[in-house]
């Protein structure tokens, strides 16, 4: 008797909930569905924001739904049960649930924020959008912590107040995580280099490719595809290069010709100067030298001094490669040839036998 009286005390509550979880799931296979529809037309119209905002707030609104039959629920119950306290709690909890969301919604929009264009075509740098990023996120975080400590009644002028202290005493703690952080805003205003830049650190023989410019490190990848994890601060205080931004490649090479050549040596100057002044994959802007320098242990050294005219390594190598292959060809026609390393062997004949009656013995 006892459950039946207590399946038509709770009826009502128990056909309410189920209803509200109907509801809700209902409500999710909607919301899961169009967002779909919506993902994908706007990835076919090539709406790069539009994309980035169903995919940002689909997440959060399933949690809004979820969160709001949890709150009708508890609701129910309370108003069941005479709990006042209950429905205190569920009010602030709902209204906590509902910025956090808010919060986490447009933490996701932010996060991947699209790339838009200027007018006329014109990309923003890259390096700009990621610093305004973490701004904006920072800010955002920022604000639901007070927004919530508000609905919450937490006195903040009094948290402000502590946190200011508290935050002047983790400086001096945490010394190095700030000097990380100055390394990076330094990073982004004075741009020694930009995401998607090989770089260079030849105190600490590291290379790579900027991937990620964070607050505390920034990530490379090497060659290899190795990640290297730099902190922000090495970028004050070690010498930083950026192979991208150079001007032109060098090309310096010594072509080493036989010293019997000797006589041919101006004939063949003379053209390997015409043919590096022509050369079409050659900066002439820059300078050109071709000069006799030395006479090495088993050559006569010629230097060959110039630029390729492009920073692409690969391109630059090509150019160098053309350059010395017609050098050769340039000295072969001349009738000369590339030396090569000369090693002598002087081998001694053993001395007479000098004793005496040496001689007699052997005849």
């Known amino acids: 008797m006892l459950p039946t009286n207590w399946f038509e005390m709770y009826r009502g509550v128990l056909i309410q909930t189920g209803i509200i979880v109907l509801v809700c799931a209902i409500l999710t296979v909607i919301i ?4 779909r529809k919506l993902l994908y037309a706007a990835t076919q119209r090539a709406e790069p924001f539009r994309q980035a905002l169903y995919h940002s707030v689909r997440a959060p609104v399933l949690a809004l739904v979820v969160l709001c039959g949890i709150y009708l629920i508890g609701t129910l119950i309370s108003e069941q049960a005479h709990v006042g306290l209950l ?3 569920l009010d602030r909890t709902l209204h906590v649930g509902i910025i956090a969301l808010i919060a986490w919604a447009g933490w996701r929009l932010l996060k991947s924020y699209p790339r838009l264009r200027r007018p006329h075509g014109h990309e923003l740098d890259p390096m700009i959008y990621d610093l305004a990023g973490k701004f904006a996120r920072l800010g955002l975080f920022t604000v639901a912590v007070l927004l919530i400590l508000r609905t919450l009644h937490f006195p903040i002028a009094s948290l402000l107040t502590v946190g200011g202290v508290a935050g002047i005493a983790i400086g001096f703690a945490a010394q190095g995580v700030v000097s990380n952080l100055f390394g990076a805003l330094v990073v982004y205003l004075d741009k ?4 998607g830049e090989w770089i260079v650190l030849p105190e600490l023989n590291i290379s790579g490719t900027v991937e990620h410019i964070g607050w505390r490190s920034t990530l490379l990848r090497g060659f290899d595809t190795s990640p ?3 902190p922000n601060y090495v970028f004050n205080s070690h010498v930083v290069e950026t192979p991208p931004r150079m001007q032109a490649r060098r090309i310096q090479q010594t072509l080493p010709v036989r010293y019997a ?5 101006p004939k063949i100057l003379k053209e390997l100067r015409a043919y590096i002044a022509s050369h079409p994959g050659i900066d002439h802007t820059q ?5 006799f320098t030395s006479y090495s242990t088993h050559s006569l050294d010629i230097l060959v001094y110039c630029f390729a005219g492009t920073v692409l390594w690969g391109e630059s190598l090509a150019v160098q490669e053309d350059v010395l292959l017609n050098a050769a060809r340039i000295i072969r026609q001349n009738g000369g040839q590339l030396a090569l390393p000369i090693t002598r062997v002087q081998m001694q004949l053993p ?13």
């Open 87 to 89: 429905a205190h709690v």
């Open 261 to 265: 050549d000797v006589d041919r040596l």
């Open 351 to 363: 001395e007479p036998d000098a004793r005496p009656g040496a001689q007699m013995a052997t005849s």
């Open 287 to 291: 300078s050109e030298m071709v000069n």
């Open 228 to 230: 290297y994890y730099v």
């Open 32 to 35: 899961r569905v169009a967002s």
């Open 192 to 195: 020694p280099f930009k995401i």
